[in-house]
């Protein structure tokens, strides 16, 4: 049950994009589609923005997108905002557990 | 509207108990898997337990197994943690979410549980 890696810490400009990877194993993301993203305002209850992958729940805007490739998910911010800024989770799914990343802080700059 | 209400965090000390509930409304309970997570102060999020909607299929990740235990009401529309022999690492806002697969849609306000002597 090893949590699943990502940068500790990206950034960009408004307008610009962003893309967060999320690492695991064929034990975990590799080997299902569940893969889930969360956004974590400080002081707030995580947020879903992605799940089985790409798909994105209703009210999250288009410009979050999710993929994945392997053992590795991903995570696109296009055209960033300044409430963009916040804490970035992945989560997947491996059968007998489930297992979130470190968590990425995006910065708008 | 859905809702989850944690409640049942407090101060405790090394090697106590303390039994958590998240209560549910706005939808049909019964029909969803229920799941706990935690986050530590300053630190990520970390799942802790799932348990499905019939409460046939229960899951815990390695550092709680054996120490905690979910069960859930259906007729209440509740899920609890039991948390047993508790250590300091266990301290953290605990939050009751719901979904299955470990994609979980809505998730409650959190309830800090604090180890400590």
């Known amino acids: 049950q090893s949590a699943l890696t990502q940068p500790r810490s990206v950034s960009g400009s408004p307008g610009q994009s962003v893309t967060i990877s999320c690492t695991g194993t064929s034990n975990d993301v590799g080997g299902y589609k569940y893969v889930s993203w969360y956004q974590q305002h400080p002081g707030k209850a995580p947020r879903l923005m992605i799940y089985d992958v790409n798909k994105r729940p209703s009210g999250v805007p288009d410009r979050f997108s999710g993929s994945k490739s392997g053992n590795t998910a991903s995570l696109t911010i296009s055209g960033l905002q300044a409430e963009d800024e916040a804490d970035y989770y992945c989560c997947s799914y491996a059968a007998t557990y489930r297992v979130f990343g470190g968590g990425t802080k995006v910065t708008v700059l | 509207e859905v809702q989850l209400v944690e409640s049942g965090g407090g101060l405790v000390k090394p090697g106590g108990s303390l039994r958590l509930s998240c209560v549910g409304s706005g939808f049909i309970f019964s029909d969803y898997s229920m799941n706990w997570v935690r986050q530590a102060p300053g630190k990520g999020l970390e799942w802790v337990s799932s348990i499905s909607n019939g409460s046939s299929h229960i899951y815990y990740a390695d550092s709680v197994r054996g120490r905690f235990i979910i069960s859930r009401d259906n007729a209440k529309n509740s899920v609890d943690l039991q948390m047993n022999s508790l250590r300091a690492e266990d301290t953290a806002v605990y939050y009751c979410?719901?979904?299955?697969?470990?994609?979980?849609?809505?998730w409650g306000q959190g309830t800090l549980v604090t180890v400590s002597s």
């Open positions: 979410a719901r979904g299955q697969f470990g994609q979980t849609d809505y």
